[in-house]
Every structure is written in C-alpha cells, then in structure tokens.
C-alpha cells in the first residue's frame, strides 16, 4: 500500500527518537532526507539500513512528479528533515500537497521540533502564540515586522546566529526595547541555553556575546490597555 510518513528526527539529542519512527524507518521502502550527510549518523546509530534518497530545497520541484509517481505504484516512503519536524521550515509542504491530491495516504508522526521547548521554556504565555518562521533575509522584512506591531499572541520566529542581533534590534525598534523576549539556543544539546530578558538588553547581550548553533526567539505579544467605562 502507497504511503507517504513524515518522520520527525531529533534536533540534537539523539535520544529524542522514538521507537515508532525507528520502526517505520527501517519497513519503508526508502527514505527521503534532506541531507543524506547528516542523516547517515542517525541511520547508523540505530541500524537503520533503508536507502536514503536527497530531497531538498534545491531538487524538490524536479523530483516532485517522478517521486509521486513512484510511491503512488504501492511504495511506502518516509521523509525526513536534518533535524525536527518535516515541513517546518524545511521541505515537506510540496510533496505532502502532491501526494494527498495523487490519493497516497498520508501519516505524520509526532516528534521533535524546537519551537515548542522553547515557547514552553520562555515563560511567556503560550495559551496564543503565532509561528513566523524564518523572516525574509531582505525584500519583505520590515513589512513582515511592521505587521507585528499590533500582534497580542506570543510570536516565535526561528533565526540564524549571525542575523540574530540585526533581528532583536528590529523588533526593538517595532516593538518596543523594553518587550520581553527569550532567546532559545541549541535545545537538546550539551550547551542548551535559554536567555530571558528585553529585546534590547538581549541585543546588547550578544553583541558582545556572538552566538552559535540552532536558534528560536520567543517573543511577548502586545498587551492590550483596556477601555475604561464610566458608570452613568
């Protein structure tokens, strides 16, 4: 039977693997990862000896239709990205969208992803949160940003080291310098960290304190002052 499972693999610790997705991973037909590189240390670590196929940005549109084709004719495939959830922020959405409307059945496991760890970890509310992803690098960043200004649910943006600073300053800017925010970085691994503070102090911080690895920002929303009403 035709399937298509979306496999979540762990963002550091390899000991976030479930033992579902171990399964699955070694009764498919194949697997499709993002980077075979990165992959083959899982596959290994948990004996996994499936045949790995690349899917990723750069091919996903010119594999798309002979990939479809091939798990439509009774193949079951597993995708996977370098680490968390397929699809978030990562390939995934193309194929998930091809395969639903080619009848394949569709199945996605749950799993590691980073942007709830750290939501969790912020302290900040997170009965309402939003998920922006990866801001535009240039064309469209400030207008994505300004769009925000008004937003009272808790926002969670992934980004890069080098464009965190240039990040937190623009939200300063927007959003106020003194919104809180908290800066999660390399969840799951050796040197987890979670710093809490204004987006401006944060900024401040690693200016002098340039960061590495993996990295979610958590920000406040907008508090909203209430209309008072007078008694008549």
Known sequence: MSKLYLVPTPIGNLEDMSF?????????????AEDTRTSKK??????????????HKFNEHKQLE???????VAESVALISDAGTPGISDPGFLIVRECIQAGVDIECLPGATALIPALVDSGLPNDRFIFE???????????????????????VFYESPHRLVKTLNQLADALGN??????????????????RNSLSEL???YTTHPPKGEIVLVVKGLVKKQSQSSDS
């Open 20 to 32: 579902r997705a171990v399964r699955i991973l070694k009764e498919v037909n194949f697997i499709l």
């Open 66 to 72: 002979t990939l479809v084709k091939r798990i439509s």
């Open 42 to 55: 899982l596959m290994q670590h948990y004996q996994i000896e499936t045949s790995l196929s690349p899917y």
């Open 133 to 155: 992803g990866f801001l535009p690098h240039k064309k469209g960043r400030k207008k994505r940003i300004d769009r925000l200004t008004d937003e009272d649910r808790t926002l």
């Open 178 to 195: 003194d919104r809180q925010a908290a800066v999660a970085r390399e969840l799951t691994k050796i040197y987890e960290e979670v710093r």
């Open 203 to 205: 900024a401040a911080y």
